[in-house]
């Protein structure tokens, strides 16, 4: 910033304030005449003589929803304070912890360990026949009920009853995921409340796969027998690194390509889902034998995808069914289309997606369309298609016409930090 | 995570705060940058929005939106970047709530300096003008005499010391000086009708 910006604004910062004399005001206006928004700010201030702007600015300073720099000690330690307690709370889930529950609908005695011990065995023997009932959330918890080492036993024996395990998963995945509204009012709470209790200690285990900084919902399930992943997954990002997880994750997008958010992203026989976050992402972490994911919003048409082994990476256009008011999206001031996740990996054609569509569908003979197909189809890192696939429906010469098409003339660019190949699924009208 | 504790009184252009916003992308890291500028984002939002109460919440939900935002640009004038989205963020909330954007009137803008010119002795003690000028400060009401008087007559005055001296808020003060320019100026045209002022 040049020391005349800087002038400039401290001229305009005391004129705000009043402390400016009548040549320093002429001095104002005359920069007022060369740059736009101070002109604008000027003559609001000359509308509104009355009001008492520094007390306005002192208001906002004061809102803005910051960790006050003069105690930046103090967060640092405060954020010490929160990872210790995190792992102390970790170790606190597995004393009895039933009094201030917020769940009333429990399929048993809250009080009696012993029966909830009991019910966990009997449970996992059954291999939890509905895993994702409210019912299986307080299972859960009972299995956290009796003293650490005890729950711990449990846990390991029912590790080793191998088809116990995934549903052990699934528990915990769908108690991570129980109660997502409840979410953000406790993460706020577990970030800034210090005091250890148990209940805290359980909202701060339960906020694990919402991380602090971003809103983004993810899925992890930490592994059971490791009672100090949770903290770990709270302090780092993108927690599949650390652990191999098989998992899926992609964006979805509408017909040109712009991501749609808060899709339901289900898989097949749980009905507990995830949703897409705004940039129209999610991840779906330990995923095991499961073959159909299905994504849903009330504005589109319900998509399902049968995974084979191979699909990590997914991009899906989903075909819209009323109108999508994207007013908001287009109104942003600096549009680009670069989405904040590095992580994962984003397909994009050369000319845009539109124009491709455009492209494939114009070179497609007359006698071949019809209607409209899905297809899909692999990128690999450097931007190679390949893979080709529509539903059985398809004629095979259109199939042809558009897969040479693809191979020969698109140019994708992945956007990748892993550089694994991304399936593409769109639709195109023809 | 050192820079925290820096003293935040270091004159940094505006791109090393923009980077180091970058880097690490918190509300803290923000804040210098986006106090080097509230008070210019504040009056641009007053001036579209007319109510300082939206303007207040205006310039909060700027931060948000820059908090949000601005990791993924790429910047390279950080300030006329920020003024645009500014001023699209108030017109888009003036489209929300239906109102029309306000008209850029010339009349507010160019007139202290002009006034403090002639009154700091421009001008030549025949010109027709600085008659016309005494007869009309001397024409105008009390208070708006006095605070011109004080103003563009006195040496080292600012608004804030004629607020102290005539024991008035500062916002009366502004107003007084305001309106005593407008009257001047419609006097004087009406005496002389030459422009000028």
Same mark, same amino acid.
């Not at chain 1, 670069?338 to 590095?342: L, S």
């Given at each position: 910033m040049s020391k005349k910006q800087a002038h400039i604004d401290q001229l305009f910062r005391r004129y705000l304030s009043g402390d400016i004399g009548p040549g320093e005001e002429a001095e104002l206006e005359a920069y007022a005449q060369e740059e736009e928004a101070l002109a604008r700010a000027i003559q609001a201030i000359r509308e509104q003589p009355m009001l008492d702007h520094p007390a306005a600015v002192e208001r906002i300073k004061s809102r803005l929803p910051r960790a006050a720099r003069k105690k930046t000690l103090l967060t640092y330690r405060w954020v010490a304070a929160a990872c210790l307690l995190l792992a102390v709370g970790t170790s606190l889930l597995w004393l009895p912890e039933w009094s201030g529950n917020q769940l009333d609908d429990f399929a048993m005695r809250p009080t009696e360990s012993q029966a909830a011990e009991k019910a966990i065995q009997e449970a996992a023997a059954e291999d939890a026949p509905d895993p994702v009932t409210p019912a299986a959330l307080p299972k859960v918890r009972a299995k956290k009920a009796p003293s650490l080492p005890t729950a711990e036993e449990k846990i390991e024996k029912q590790a080793k009853q191998a088809p116990a395990t995934p549903s052990e998963e699934q528990l915990l995945t769908t108690k991570e995921l129980g109660a997502p509204g409840e979410e953000t009012k406790q993460q706020l709470a577990a970030n800034t409340a =210090?005091? &250890?209790t148990e209940e805290q200690a359980e909202i701060a285990v339960r906020q =694990? &796969? #919402? #991380? #602090? #900084?971003?809103k983004r919902r993810e899925l992890s399930p930490p592994p059971i027998p490791a009672t100090t992943m949770p903290a770990q997954d709270r302090l780092s990002a993108d927690f599949t690194q650390a652990v191999k997880l098989p998992s899926v994750a992609g964006y979805i997008t509408n017909e040109e390509g712009e991501p749609i958010a808060e899709v339901e992203v289900l898989l097949a026989g749980q009905p507990m889902g995830i949703r897409t976050d705004s940039s129209g992402f999610f991840v779906l972490k330990g995923i095991q034998a499961v073959e159909r994911i299905s994504f849903s919003h009330p504005n589109y048409r319900s998509f399902t995808l049968a995974l084979g082994g191979n699909q990590r990476e997914l991009q899906i256009a989903l075909e819209a069914v009323k109108e999508e008011p994207n007013t908001d999206w287009m109104l942003e001031a600096a549009r680009t289309t670069?989405? @904040?996740? @590095?992580i994962r990996s984003f397909a994009y054609p050369q000319q845009g997606m539109k124009a491709l569509k455009k492209a494939i569908v114009q070179q497609i003979p007359p006698e071949l369309r019809q209607g409209k197909i899905r297809i899909s189809f692999t990128v690999d890192k450097l931007g190679k298609v390949s893979n080709i696939s529509a539903d059985e429906n398809t004629p095979a010469a259109l199939l042809e016409n558009i897969g040479n098409y693809l191979r020969q003339n698109s140019r994708w660019q992945l956007v990748s930090d892993e550089n694994e190949p991304v399936e593409v699924s769109m639709l195109l009208r023809l | 995570m050192l820079r925290f504790f820096k003293s935040r009184e270091q004159a940094a252009a505006d791109a090393t705060l923009l980077a180091r916003f970058q880097e690490l992308p918190s509300a803290a890291a923000l804040s210098p940058l986006f106090e080097r500028y509230v008070e210019l984002i504040y009056g641009q939002a007053l001036h579209y929005l007319k109510d300082a109460a939206k303007a207040e919440d205006a310039c909060i939900d700027i931060f948000e939106h820059l908090l949000r935002k601005l990791p993924e640009q790429d910047i390279q004038n950080f300030r006329p970047w920020l003024q645009t989205v500014v001023r699209n963020h108030c017109l888009m909330q003036l489209r929300r709530e239906k109102r029309e954007p306000s008209q850029q009137s010339e009349e507010l803008l160019v007139h202290s300096g002009a006034l403090a010119h002639l009154l700091a002795g421009g001008l030549p003690e025949e010109d027709p003008r600085l008659e016309a000028l005494k007869a009309c400060i001397a024409a105008l009401p009390t208070e708006q005499k006095q605070c011109v008087r004080l103003f563009y007559l006195t040496e080292g005055q600012t608004y804030l010391s004629i607020a102290e001296q005539l024991s008035l808020d500062l916002g009366k003060v502004r107003s007084f000086i305001q309106n005593g320019r407008r009257n001047l100026r419609i006097c004087i045209e009406k005496r002389i009708k030459t422009i000028a002022i």
């Open positions: =210090v005091a &250890p =694990v &796969p #919402a #991380a #602090a #900084a971003t670069i989405y @904040p996740n @590095p | -």
